[in-house]
């Protein structure tokens, strides 16, 4: 695993207490023992949500998939004093997917006593992605994407909560800024920030706490916390273009270690925070917020139905 660094020489004392060090963060310049990553990864954390204005008087509805992000984003979360819920879609993903999803969310919230509930994409909308997969030639990950963003705002309200939390890291929004640049998707801009506010009253403000932190200190944490999440790939992401953005920053990570951090943050610190949008309106068949007459969920369903032409 990259960044824990087992040739430390004996000896090699933490940055921060001067303790033995056994974890080595290279675009930190920095070296750390257990206690001392912990906290590291916490403040983190604390200032990303100190970023966006948010406190522990903040109810979180906390989106959760089983994998590494959202479960470290789960424990975080409480050990710095939320009320948290954790909110599951189960997008019925065949080759047992969905139901290793659910079981590690399962394994990780139960010794916690930390409660969650779960919704069942087929039951909420009429069909899994399976299902979807078999009845348009979209690209699948784009759909999916699109629908989980869409479910995870609608659900969150019908939770009666105001704010949702997304496991979205450092790696995610590198990778996606660079895909937008790359393809000159510079009308996504204004939506690149780890912090959106609500801008309509069927639309939870949406922050990312973990926007601060590698994929590869994310592993560290949960090694180093005893969290077991869901280490399988979707089995429908191959050849998901997001990836192929990731794995060309860390090529530069790996010879110039900062290199994700400094694109990100060098971005971020020229934009501010995403003002209310006077654009967007409510969907004319479902009341959802949207831009146009029709929200995306509804022209989806209606080019599956055969009602719309695709």
């Given at each position: 695993?990259?960044?824990?660094?087992?040739?430390?020489?004996?000896g090699a004392?933490?940055?921060?207490?001067?303790?033995?060090?056994?974890?080595?963060?290279?675009?930190?310049?920095?070296?750390?023992?257990?206690?001392?990553?912990?906290?590291?990864?916490?403040?983190?954390?604390?200032?990303?949500?100190?970023?966006?204005?948010?406190?522990?008087?903040?109810?979180?509805?906390?989106?959760?998939?089983?994998?590494?992000?959202?479960?470290?984003?789960?424990?975080?979360?409480?050990?710095?004093?939320?009320?948290?819920?954790?909110?599951?879609?189960?997008?019925?993903?065949?080759?047992?997917?969905?139901?290793?999803?659910?079981?590690?969310?399962?394994?990780?919230?139960?010794?916690?006593?930390?409660?969650?509930?779960?919704?069942?994409?087929?039951?909420?909308?009429?069909?899994?992605?399976?299902?979807?997969?078999?009845?348009?030639?979209?690209?699948?990950?784009?759909?999916?994407?699109?629908?989980?963003?869409?479910?995870?705002?609608?659900?969150?309200?019908?939770?009666?909560?105001?704010?949702?939390?997304?496991?979205?890291?450092?790696?995610?929004?590198?990778?996606?800024?660079?895909g937008n640049?790359?393809?000159h998707r510079?009308?996504?801009?204004?939506?690149?920030?780890?912090?959106?506010?609500?801008?309509?009253?069927?639309?939870?403000?949406?922050?990312?706490?973990?926007?601060?932190?590698?994929?590869?200190?994310?592993?560290?944490?949960?090694?180093?916390?005893?969290?077991?999440?869901?280490?399988?790939?979707?089995?429908?992401?191959?050849?998901?273009?997001?990836?192929?953005?990731?794995?060309?920053?860390?090529?530069?990570?790996?010879?110039?270690?900062?290199?994700?951090?400094?694109?990100?943050?060098?971005?971020?610190?020229?934009?501010?925070?995403?003002?209310?949008?006077?654009?967007?309106?409510?969907?004319?068949?479902?009341?959802?917020?949207?831009?146009?007459?029709?929200?995306?969920?509804?022209?989806?369903?209606?080019?599956?139905?055969?009602?719309?032409?695709?």
């Open positions: 695993m990259r960044g824990l660094f087992p040739e430390l020489p004996k004392k933490c940055t921060r207490c001067k303790a033995q060090a056994t974890i080595r963060l290279p675009h930190h310049h920095a070296i750390f023992c257990s206690e001392c990553f912990l906290q590291f990864f916490r403040n983190a954390v604390a200032k990303a949500l100190k970023k966006f204005g948010t406190t522990p008087r903040t109810p979180l509805l906390v989106a959760v998939s089983g994998g590494k992000d959202s479960l470290a984003m789960w424990n975080v979360l409480r050990d710095l004093g939320y009320e948290t819920k954790g909110l599951h879609i189960d997008l019925g993903i065949e080759a047992g997917f969905s139901r290793a999803s659910a079981e590690a969310i399962e394994r990780f919230a139960s010794p916690r006593n930390l409660p969650w509930v779960t919704y069942s994409l087929k039951e909420t909308i009429g069909y899994s992605i399976t299902d979807i997969r078999r009845k348009t030639r979209r690209k699948i990950c784009s759909v999916c994407g699109f629908l989980k963003r869409q479910m995870l705002n609608r659900l969150t309200i019908r939770e009666d909560y105001r704010a949702l939390a997304v496991g979205h890291n450092l790696d995610d929004e590198a990778g996606r800024l660079l640049i790359v393809r510079t009308r996504y801009f204004e939506k690149q920030y780890p912090y959106l506010p609500s801008d309509h009253p069927r639309l939870p403000a949406r922050l990312k706490p973990l926007y601060r932190l590698e994929a590869d200190e994310i592993r560290i944490y949960c090694a180093e916390t005893g969290i077991m999440p869901l280490d399988d790939r979707c089995p429908l992401s191959r050849g998901a273009t997001s990836h192929m953005f990731k794995e060309a920053l860390d090529f530069l990570e790996d010879r110039m270690p900062g290199t994700k951090r400094d694109f990100l943050f060098s971005f971020l610190k020229k934009r501010e925070q995403p003002s209310l949008d006077p654009d967007i309106g409510s969907c004319t068949r479902c009341g959802e917020p949207c831009y146009g007459e029709t929200c995306s969920v509804c022209r989806l369903l209606n080019q599956l139905r055969g009602e719309d032409p695709p």
